[in-house]
């Protein structure tokens, strides 16, 4: 029997009945989460922040944090007049958390966070897209 005409009889048997489509769906989703765990266990893959990554998996990082981010940020809008003092606790907060490795104005991005792969943004072309709360 040619292996084309076995690949047919597999499929034929394999889309007989729903049960047999659905455990070998689960079978499949068992052995991508047992080589991804094997993968993760062996330390062949590296995560350093010196490295880059696959294009794939900086897609699939990102797009987590962007979500992460969107789904715990509160939901808060500030109102547009200037308060002077909620400006200092920004800043104040801005510089704490975010200008080391993101830079500021008069305060350049560490060399450590500039060595980082991906390099952290310059955030003022990055400010436009969030909302407040998750600023």
Known sequence: MS??????????????TPQRLLGAASA????????????????????????????????????????????HAPSISLSEENDEDRARLGAAHFHAGCAYCHGSPGT????????MLPPPPDLRDKVSLWRDGEL
């Open 108 to 115: 350049p991005i560490s060399p450590v966070a500039a060595s």
């Open 3 to 16: 292996p084309l005409a076995h690949a047919r009889r597999a499929a034929v048997w394999l889309l007989a």
């Open 28 to 71: 499949m989703v068992v052995v991508v989460l047992v080589c991804t765990f094997l993968v993760a266990w062996s330390g062949i893959y590296s995560v350093a922040a010196s490295k880059g990554h696959f294009q794939i998996v900086d897609y699939f990082l990102r797009f987590g944090m962007e979500n992460s981010v969107k789904a």
